[in-house]
C-alpha cells in the first residue's frame, strides 16, 4: 500500500496516473444531470462485488442507465439466480444490489456485521421490478474528523473497504483528506518555507485534522518526508477509487491558513492571528482579499491538482469554532476564496459545515448561493431550526453527528430523522438539496447509517417501527421473535432519542478521568442518561435467547457484544453515585463493595470486547506502528495514536482545555490498561483516606495519562473468548430490573 519511493518519485508517479487513467467523469452537483446515454463502465462495481459477496457475484447482472433529469436511480428485476440491476452510476449499481440484500434476500451488510452467510446458494428472485429514484443530487459523507478518530493510519484494505460501504447505501459525495499535507508541504516552499519547518508544522496524522480546520499545528510532530509522501499515496488511491466508482472526492480548499512568519517572507501576504483554540496555539490566516492570497490559492490547486486530480466539490470552513476576522470584512473574505476556487476550479462547489455559528450569513451572501452546499451537522440535535430563513436559501444538505470523537456508545435521534427530514424535504421553497452523515468516527450504530442512508433513497417517510422490525429479521438471516423484541427495545430506547439539546447517547463514566462527581468522560458530552437503560439491559436479555443457527453471523456476535457493552457502561451511572455515597458517609464496608464491584466490572467489561475484533485496541496501535520506517517514527505513530484516545493533546488542552477522554471509547486493552488503571489508584487512593482519616492523596492524572501514551507495550491484535458467554456474564452481573435508576434517567 505505501510506496517506499523518495518523494519527488511519488509526486510524478500520482502526476502520470493523472494523465494516462480514464477515470468516469464525475459532474458537478450544482449543474443538470448528463441527459445523454450511459456511457460507464461496470468494471469498478463488479469488482466490488467480488469483494463483497464473493459466493454470489456471478448471479448479478450489472446494466449501466441513463441519468435522467430527475437524478439517481436504481432498478431491481429478474429471476432466481439471475438478477437484474440497472443503474446509473457504478455506486448506483451497488445501491441497487443491496437494495436487493436488504428487502429480497433479506440479508444485511452492516457497517459493522453482516448476515451474508445466510444467503441461498441460489438468490431468490425479486418480487417484481423494483425502482428507486434518489429522493436528494447530494449524498455526503464523513466528517472533517474522521481521519483523526476512525484511524489516521488505516492501510488500503481499510478504506477500500470503507469506499464500498458507502457506495452501497448511495453516498456519492465524499470528504477526503488523506495527503492533504502533502499539499500544503508542497505549496508553502513555494513562498519562503524550508522543509524542516513544514515538517515541523504539520502536526502527527490522528491529529491533521484540526490542523486542516486551522485549530491546530506541529502536536505530535514532527512528520518525516516519506510518511508526507506515503499519505499523498494512499489519499490518491482513494479519490481515484471514488472517481472509478461515479462518486466525488470532496477535496480540502484553500482558505488562508499559513505558518507562523508569513509576512515577513511575503511582503503583501497580511496575516490574521487567529489566537488559541482549547489551549492550541492556531495558525495564521492570510488575507483572501489580497494579492498574495491568490497566488498562494493558485499554488495550492495546482499541486492539489499532480497529486489527487481535480474535483467538483471543496470542503473549507473560514473562521471555524472562534475564528478571528480581525479587520477583514468576512463578506469580501468569502469573495476572495470563492475568486480563487472558481479560478483553479469553474463551476466548483464550495462545501461548508453547519456547526455552531458557522458558516455566517456574510458568507452566504456574499457568494453565488449555486455554487455553495452547506453540510448540516445539527438537523436533528435542535428544535425550531429553519434552515432556508438561517441561511438566506442556500443549499444545504440534513445532516446528523450521532457520535463525537468516535464514542462506542449506541443510540442516535433517528425518530427524529424519520419525521423531520421528509418534512424538510417536502415542505414550500425547502433548500434541502441532500443529507450529510457525519459522524465524528465512523464503524459503529451500524443500524444508525442504515437507516440515515436510506432516506436519500425513499420519497415518502420512513416508518420508523416498521423499519426496525424489517432490520431484525435481515440483520441476522432469518426471522426471529427474540431479535424482533431486542430492536424493539433498542429502537423505544437508545434509537428514540429526542432533539433538543444533543444528538449522540451519553458516554461511559468507566472511561471518565476519576472523581466521585463524575457525569461525563467527555467534557461536551451528555451528562445524564438519555433513555431508559432497561431497555438496553432487556434487549440484551432477548438477543442472548436468538435460535443458536443465528448466533453465528457476524452481525449477531457484533450486536451482542456492543448491546453487552453498552448495558455494563450504563451500570457504571448508577453504581457510582452509590459508591459516592458510602464515601461521603464514611462507610468503609459499603465503599469497598461498590469499588470491588467497579474494578470488577472493568476486568468484565475489557474480557467482553476482547472477543471481538472490533473492541481491540492493539489494531489501533499496530496500524500506526506499520507506518514508520525506522524506531523513532514507530514511536512517534504510536504516540500520536494514543494520545488522541486519552490526553488528545497537551497539558493544557488536556486539563484546562477540555479535550481530555474527548475521544474515549470501550476498546479491549484501553479498559484494562488504561480505564482501570486510573481507577484503581482513585479508588485505592480514597479507601487509604477512609481507613486513615486523611485526605486523598493528590494524583497528576495528566503526567499518569501521559506517561501511557508514551509506552510501547504490545496488544492482542486478534480476539479471544466467546462473545456469547462474555454477554452471558454481564447479563448476570448487573442489578434485577426494577433497580433504583441513575439520576437524570429518562425513566
Known amino acids: 500500500m505505501r510506496s517506499l519511493r523518495p518523494w519527488a518519485a511519488v509526486c510524478a508517479a500520482v502526476a502520470l496516473a493523472l494523465l494516462t487513467t480514464t477515470l468516469t467523469p464525475t459532474p458537478s452537483p450544482a449543474a443538470a444531470p448528463p441527459s445523454g446515454p450511459a456511457a460507464f463502465s461496470t468494471h469498478s462495481t463488479r469488482a466490488a462485488l467480488a469483494r463483497l459477496l464473493p459466493r454470489h457475484a456471478s448471479q448479478f447482472t450489472l ?88 484511524g489516521a493510519y488505516r492501510d488500503w484494505a481499510s478504506y477500500e473497504k470503507q469506499i464500498d460501504l458507502l457506495a452501497l447505501r448511495g453516498v456519492n459525495e465524499v470528504f477526503v483528506q488523506m495527503g492533504a499535507d502533502a499539499v500544503y508541504y508542497e ?16 502536526p502527527g496524522p490522528a491529529h491533521q485534522p484540526w490542523w486542516l480546520m486551522q485549530n491546530m499545528s506541529g502536536f505530535a510532530g514532527p512528520v518525516s518526508e516519506r510518511l508526507i509522501a506515503d499519505r499523498a499515496a494512499l489519499g490518491r488511491r482513494i479519490a481515484d477509487r471514488l472517481r472509478e466508482l461515479g462518486m466525488t472526492p470532496v477535496l480540502p480548499g484553500y482558505y488562508g491558513t499559513v505558518p507562523p512568519g508569513f509576512t515577513e ?43 489527487f486530480g481535480d474535483s467538483t466539490m471543496y470542503k473549507m470552513d473560514l473562521l471555524h469554532e472562534g475564528g478571528r476576522p480581525g479587520d477583514v470584512p468576512v463578506g469580501d473574505a468569502a469573495k476572495g476564496v470563492m475568486r480563487a476556487l472558481q479560478s483553479a476550479r469553474p463551476g466548483a462547489v464550495w462545501t461548508l459545515l453547519g456547526w455552531q455559528k458557522n458558516p455566517s450569513t456574510q458568507i452566504i451572501d456574499a457568494v453565488d448561493k449555486n455554487r455553495l452546499l452547506i453540510v448540516d451537522g445539527l438537523s436533528d440535535r435542535y428544535d425550531g431550526l429553519d434552515r432556508e430563513t438561517a441561511w438566506h436559501g442556500a443549499p444545504y444538505a440534513f445532516g446528523t453527528i450521532p457520535n463525537f470523537g468516535g464514542h462506542t456508545t449506541i443510540g442516535a435521534n433517528t425518530a427524529v430523522w424519520a419525521e423531520r427530514f421528509d418534512r424538510w424535504r417536502t415542505r414550500q421553497d425547502s433548500a434541502l438539496a441532500g443529507i450529510a452523515y457525519l459522524p465524528e468516527g465512523t464503524g459503529g450504530n451500524p443500524v444508525a447509517y442504515e437507516l440515515f442512508t436510506e432516506l436519500a433513497w425513499r420519497t415518502e417517510p420512513v416508518d420508523h417501527s416498521a423499519w426496525f422490525a424489517a432490520y431484525a429479521q435481515r440483520r441476522y438471516g432469518r426471522p426471529d421473535p427474540h431479535a424482533a423484541r431486542a430492536w424493539e427495545l433498542l429502537r423505544t430506547g437508545p ?51 436468538v435460535a443458536p443457527e443465528l448466533r453465528t453471523t457476524d452481525a449477531y456476535r457484533f450486536d451482542l457484544v456492543d448491546v453487552a457493552r453498552q448495558a455494563l457502561s450504563n451500570r457504571s451511572r448508577s453504581l457510582l453515585p452509590e459508591i459516592k455515597a458510602a464515601y461521603d458517609a464514611g462507610d468503609l464496608s ?40 525506522t524506531a523513532t517514527e514507530r514511536d512517534a505513530a504510536e504516540f500520536d495514536a494514543r494520545s488522541i484516545l486519552t490526553t488528545w493533546g497537551h497539558r493544557s488542552g488536556s486539563d484546562s482545555g477540555g479535550l481530555r477522554d474527548y ?48 509506552r510501547h507495550d504490545r496488544h492482542p491484535v486478534e480476539p479471544s473468548g466467546d462473545p456469547v458467554a462474555g454477554a452471558a456474564e454481564v447479563l448476570g452481573a448487573l442489578p434485577a430490573p426494577g433497580a433504583p435508576a441513575p439520576a437524570g434517567s429518562a425513566r
Do not use: C
Open 590 to 629: 459499603r465503599f469497598r463493595a461498590g469499588a470491588a464491584e467497579w474494578k470488577d466490572d472493568l476486568m468484565l467489561l475489557d474480557r467482553l470486547l476482547a472477543t471481538d475484533s472490533r473492541f481491540l485496541l492493539g489494531p489501533w496501535l499496530r496500524d500506526a506502528r506499520s507506518w514508520g520506517r
Open 63 to 150: 446494466v449501466p442507465v441513463r441519468r435522467a433529469g430527475s437524478g439517481d436511480w436504481f432498478g431491481v428485476s429478474g429471476r432466481a439466480g439471475h438478477i437484474r440491476i440497472s443503474g446509473t452510476s457504478p455506486a448506483v449499481l451497488l445501491s441497487g444490489v443491496d437494495w436487493y440484500l436488504r428487502y429480497t434476500a433479506e440479508v444485511d451488510i452492516g457497517w459493522p456485521g453482516r448476515s451474508t452467510a445466510k444467503l441461498p446458494r441460489t438468490l431468490p428472485a425479486p418480487d417484481g421490478t423494483v425502482r428507486r429514484h434518489a429522493s436528494v443530487p447530494h449524498r455526503f459523507a464523513l466528517n472533517d474528523t474522521d481521519d483523526g478518530y476512525s
Open 187 to 202: 505549496t508553502l516552499q513555494e513562498f519562503g518555507y524550508p522543509k524542516k519547518e513544514l515538517r515541523a508544522w504539520i
Open 663 to 710: 475521544a474515549n471509547r470501550e476498546w479491549s486493552g484501553l479498559v484494562s490498561d488504561f480505564y482501570a488503571m486510573r481507577w484503581t489508584t482513585y479508588l485505592d487512593s480514597l479507601e487509604t483516606a477512609l481507613v486513615t482519616g486523611r485526605p486523598p492523596a493528590a494524583v497528576d492524572w495528566f503526567a499518569l495519562e501521559d506517561a501511557w501514551n508514551r
Open 495 to 545: 434509537y428514540s432519542m429526542p432533539s433538543g439539546t444533543w444528538s449522540e447517547a451519553q458516554d461511559s463514566l468507566f472511561t471518565a478521568r476519576p472523581r466521585l462527581t463524575a457525569t461525563s468522560a467527555a467534557s461536551w458530552s451528555p451528562g445524564a442518561m438519555r433513555y431508559d437503560p432497561d431497555t438496553v439491559r432487556e434487549a440484551l436479555a432477548e438477543l442472548l435467547k
Open 265 to 307: 517572507r511575503n511582503p503583501g501576504g497580511t496575516v490574521v492571528p487567529q489566537g488559541e483554540w482549547v489551549g492550541f496555539e492556531r495558525p495564521d490566516w492570510l488575507d483572501p482579499r489580497t494579492e498574495v492570497f491568490a497566488r498562494v490559492a493558485a499554488a495550492f490547486y495546482r499541486h492539489q491538482r499532480e497529486l
